[in-house]
């Protein structure tokens, strides 16, 4: 029976395999060759290539002269490609399936010969032995051939014309010439000369022996026009940061590097395989087969494109997720509830449902260090949409009605509900409840963690409940101490033991405050913040191991098999913050694997798009600010008229270039100014500089803008005018009128980039 189970599975296999389309692919690209979108191309095309049955890719295919003496392509190919593509596969396997085992690249045989296609020339294919072995593949290929044209149409025409020459007509009607940019109505052609493209430049001759012998019927060819350009790259997102992301994996790499120009990578050649696949927007049905590029087609298809190129970038780029590792179908979710003051959310799964309980950030703008109103309790069924359910407020707790609702932990002991909870950084208290939302009573009426139970301050518990059933909590900050907890929950069962954290070297670790654990396969990981250590043992000694995940406090869970974490963010700023839901994924030596893609949210850069408040902006003289419809205004007063955002912004500058202001101005004034302040990160840095700042000392950048809008206007000021720039973005401040003592301005985003 095991053996034939195996024979069927093995069946199944090769009848899927068999099913995909036959792909032969010809690139006039390569190392040194041309223009190096086809590096990217072909890239691309090996991460969506569980769609296809690859039989050969051809590299280096042009008759430039120039190209003669550039290096074995066939060789570069089977070290770049082959090698990236054969330690990838495994993953490709593991996470998406449907790749075969390897490749067969192959040098052109017309690369840089220095001679175009001739039409009365007789060909003699032994001369041409990338040619040679196309023509042998369709011989023996019972099903249709889709031959994918990266470039110029030499070492097609030749195929051609020998087989018509021999009376092989029966071999091109196996054959699909599916070809990039032979022809355009709008991009470098013309609709006069549609063929003034750059892939006929080389050998007009092939692309219009290549035309006429489609019109004539000989063979089908479509052709895709410039809409992979125009379409696919110019569609699709933009910018550095959603770039390099594909570095996780080695194909992604070769993707991201191949031709990375203007802030996207260009693959334009990608239309030949985007359209064969027919999932996104273009199919081989909506191109002529018969050469023809008619240009309402080629626009209808490019604007199809368009409409489909993040969903195409997005789907590569999990792809490249995969092929480093990564599961591509973790969830990963930047902001779980913006604009709130969302902070320290710790996790509980019962039922498929993740429940968390976080603190909440009194004010964008607080009057001492991180006041907390109140705790709140969420829930989500599918990692993506959070419901609130209740508060548990300071007043109903020992605590009384103040700020102070720090970082806690929640379990379930006995049916009961356990929020243990941080008194500011004095003391640790604990709530019950007989369901998880509620409601909560003080267990104690006073703290489980009194103030001077330890030398440190005893505050941001984490529970840990160990195999054995026993529950432990480990708290402090500076040096962390680990206790039983007895089987009440109102009391401790063993004293505070200290948890020694060494380095490598055996000097002792000091920490941040904030611990929170979790044990994997014998290993106990301890993390506090963007950092973390392992021991064997539940109290250590822990050894400290480097980078967590970028972010503040944490708390973690498994979901369907995936370990996650709660990560508190800067969603505001640094004292009204958000939470975001990452996936935790681990080295072969149980060591945390970091995506070079992580970082803070938000980051890199701080979006100000007001969607649900005026996200911490006020007016300080001359104008008022109100939110409306998603829009920032503010009728002036005064002259001079300024606003300023949320304080303590706390974002890096690293890597910044810009500030993006889209403004309307309703009033006379013709220039904009704008402030921004930054301070450099230093041992002093949350003791000092913590009074508003006085703008009037700042430095300002002017800018004109037009009066009397009818419409938003966007307007672009580089970085490079401000005199300094500091390692923090703590705050900006705007003159959206200058000069201007009546009228109306209304920001619709302020993006620094």
Not at 79 to 94: C, D, H, I, V
Not at 488 to 495: G, N, R
Request: proline share 5%.
């Amino acid at each position: 029976m095991k053996h034939l189970v195996s024979i069927l599975i093995l069946l199944f296999t090769i009848c899927s395999f068999a099913q995909k389309p036959k792909v032969w692919l010809i690139s006039d690209g390569g190392k040194n060759i041309n223009d190096p979108d086809d590096v990217s191309a072909i890239a691309s095309y090996l991460l969506m290539s569980n769609h296809f049955d690859t039989r050969a890719i051809v590299l280096g295919s042009t008759v430039l002269s120039r190209n003669k003496n550039t290096p074995n392509q066939e060789q570069w190919a089977n070290e770049t490609y082959g090698k990236a593509y054969a330690e990838e596969l495994a993953m490709l396997n593991k996470y998406i399936g449907g790749y075969q085992e390897s490749f067969r690249f192959l040098e052109s045989s017309i690369k840089g010969m220095g001679t175009n296609f001739q039409w009365k020339k007789s060909y003699d294919l032994n001369n041409f032995p990338s040619i040679l072995d196309l023509y042998k593949e369709l011989e023996k290929t019972d099903d249709v051939l889709n031959v994918l044209c990266y470039g110029p149409l030499t070492e097609q025409a030749i195929l051609v014309s020998y087989c018509l020459e021999h009376n092989r007509q029966d071999l091109l009607q196996k054959i699909r010439f599916i070809s990039h940019w032979t022809s355009s109505n709008f991009h470098v052609g013309s609709l006069k000369n549609p063929e003034h493209t750059h892939n006929c430049f080389g050998d007009p001759t092939a692309c219009d022996y290549m035309k006429k012998k489609a019109l004539n019927g000989n063979f089908k060819f479509y052709e895709c026009g410039a809409i992979g350009q125009y379409g696919i790259v110019e569609g699709g997102p933009k910018g550095k940061a959603y770039f390099n992301q594909f570095y996780e994996s080695k194909l992604g790499t070769i993707f991201r590097d191949g031709k990375f120009i203007e802030g996207r990578v260009d693959d334009s050649d990608s239309a030949t395989y985007w359209g064969l696949l027919s999932n996104y927007g273009v199919t081989l049905h909506d191109i002529a087969s018969n050469g023809n590029n008619f240009p309402e087609v080629e626009k209808r298809n490019e604007e199809a494109f368009a409409l489909h190129a993040e969903a195409m970038r997005n789907e590569l780029l999990r792809r490249s997720n995969a092929a480093a590792g990564f599961n591509p179908d973790a969830i990963k979710v930047d902001i779980m509830v913006s604009e709130h003051g969302m902070a320290d959310p710790h996790a509980w799964v019962e039922n498929d449902t993740l429940w968390f309980i976080s603190g909440h950030d009194k004010s964008w703008e607080p009057k001492g260090s991180f006041p907390m109103d109140r705790w709140d309790i969420w829930s989500s069924t599918d990692l993506k949409t959070f419901k609130f359910h209740r508060s548990i407020y300071p007043k109903d707790t020992y605590i009384g009605d103040k700020p102070n609702c720090w970082a806690g932990d929640i379990t379930k002991r006995n049916g009961k509900y356990y929020w243990f909870f941080s008194n500011r950084n004095i003391n640790t208290g604990v709530v019950v409840a007989d369901k998880i939302n509620g409601e909560y009573k003080d267990l104690l009426g006073k703290p489980l963690l009194p103030k001077d139970i330890i030398t440190e301050h005893p505050y941001d518990p984490e529970i840990f409940e160990a195999e054995d059933g026993q529950y432990h909590i480990i708290f402090g900050q500076g040096k962390y101490y680990m206790s039983t907890l007895a089987e009440d929950m109102k009391s401790l069962e063993t004293p505070p033991k200290h948890v020694p954290i060494f380095y490598e070297d055996g000097s002792h670790f000091s920490t941040e405050d904030k611990p929170t654990l979790f044990e994997r396969q014998g290993k106990y990981y301890l993390v506090f913040g963007s950092r973390y250590a392992m021991s064997d043992q539940l109290y250590g000694p822990y050894t400290f191991k480097g980078a967590f995940l970028d972010g503040g406090h944490t708390s973690f869970f498994d979901w369907q098999g995936q370990k996650y974490v709660l990560q508190e963010n800067h969603d505001i700023c640094a004292f009204y913050r958000g939470a975001s839901l990452k996936p935790v994924f681990f080295n072969t030596d149980g060591t945390i694997r970091i995506p070079k893609s992580d970082g803070w949210y938000p980051g890199p850069g701080r979006p100000f798009r007001f969607e649900k408040s005026t996200m911490g902006w006020k007016a300080l003289k001359g104008t008022n600010v109100s939110l409306n419809n998603g829009v920032l205004t503010g009728e002036i007063s005064a002259q001079n008229a300024v606003i300023q955002s949320a304080p303590w912004l706390f974002t890096t500058t690293k890597g910044l270039s810009q500030i993006v202001i889209k403004i309307r101005n309703k009033s006379e004034a013709n220039h904009l100014k704008i402030s921004f302040y930054s301070r450099n990160l230093d041992t002093s840095f949350w003791s000092n500089g913590t009074e508003p700042v006085k703008w009037k000392n700042q430095d300002w950048v002017t800018i004109p803008v037009s009066s009397n809008d009818s419409e938003f206007k966007t307007y672009t000021i580089p970085l490079t005018k401000f005199k300094k720039i500091n390692e923090k973005l703590m705050q900006i401040a705007i003159q959206p009128a200058e000069n201007a003592s009546h009228g109306v301005w209304e920001i619709d985003e302020v993006i620094v980039e």
